[in-house]
């Protein structure tokens, strides 16, 4: 059974930093792309960054130059920091990754941390 586990959302006053953690746990073979998701009230949810098992790194438009995603390997986590923050930056940010077992691959999701920006 692989697991997601975020950590690190929380409270911030606009211009502050946070830092989210996922930790994938189970059995796991190997992991491909590990990325960040969020989703707003009454909004799709969206790309914010990704990483695959390189140094391949994506972002969207919104965050380039504040977030900078990484990834621990040996540790099945992955991070993303984030700077600078704004009000819209507000969301559920969910955790995603491709994950190997030794049966199958398959993709998984976190249950989600809140990040709340206040202006």
């Known amino acids: 059974q692989v697991q997601l586990v975020e950590s690190g959302g929380g409270l911030v006053q606009a211009g502050g930093s946070l830092r989210l953690s996922c930790a994938a746990s189970?059995?796991?073979?190997?992991?491909?792309?590990m990325g960040w998701y969020r989703q707003a009230p009454g909004k799709q949810r969206e790309l914010v960054a990704a990483?695959?098992?390189?140094?391949?790194?994506n972002y969207a438009d919104s965050v380039k130059g504040r977030f900078t995603i990484s990834r621990d390997n040996a540790k099945h986590t992955v991070y993303l920091q984030m700077n600078s923050l704004k009000p819209e930056d507000t969301a559920v940010y969910y955790c995603?990754?491709?994950?190997?077992?030794?049966?199958?691959?398959?993709?998984?999701w976190g249950q989600g941390t809140q990040v709340t920006v206040s202006s």
């Open positions: 995603n990754a491709d994950i190997s077992t030794r049966r199958s691959r398959n993709n998984y």
């Open positions: 990483v695959r098992s390189g140094v391949s790194t």
């Open positions: 189970g059995s796991i073979f190997s992991i491909d792309t």
